[in-house]
């Protein structure tokens, strides 16, 4: 069974930082696509980030792009997500996600709709 727990969430200033943790089981961290994923209000889910070990690649999108990075702990099970520079604009829920994967070939994964698996999110407000 597969679980991904978040945690770290909370209130911080603008310009501000946090680390967010995942601790997954259930999964073999080398074949999946690990991902982190908010939705703010009133918007569309964002893949934020996600790391793929098969072919070493790693993605952020153009909003958080050298302000977030996202590492992962293969002996602790974890994927975190530190971000710093914080704005009001990245207040939203985070998730943690993954899919089975272990293929070369995809497309797919800067879409929230690729991810199999979830968390059950942790919220993330930046305001002064």
């Known amino acids: 069974q597969v679980q991904l727990v978040e945690s770290g969430g909370g209130l911080v200033q603008p310009g501000g930082s946090l680390t967010l943790s995942c601790a997954t089981s259930?999964?073999?961290?080398?074949?999946?696509?690990l991902a982190w994923i908010r939705q703010a209000p009133a918007k569309e889910r964002e893949v934020v980030s996600y790391?793929?070990?098969?072919?070493?690649?790693?993605y952020y999108s153009d909003s958080v792009k050298g302000r977030f990075t996202m590492s992962r702990d293969n002996a602790k099970n974890t994927v975190s997500l530190q971000m710093n520079s914080l704005q009001p604009e990245d207040t939203a829920i985070y998730y943690c996600?993954?899919?089975?994967?272990?293929?070369?070939?995809?497309?797919?994964?800067?879409?929230?709709?690729?991810?199999?698996?979830w968390g059950q999110g942790t919220q993330v407000t930046v305001s002064s």
């Open positions: 259930g999964l073999n961290l080398d074949f999946n696509f």
């Open positions: 790391i793929y070990d098969v072919d070493k690649s790693e």
């Open positions: 996600a993954a899919k089975h994967w272990g293929s070369y070939w995809y497309d797919g994964a800067a879409s929230p709709q690729w991810y199999d698996y």
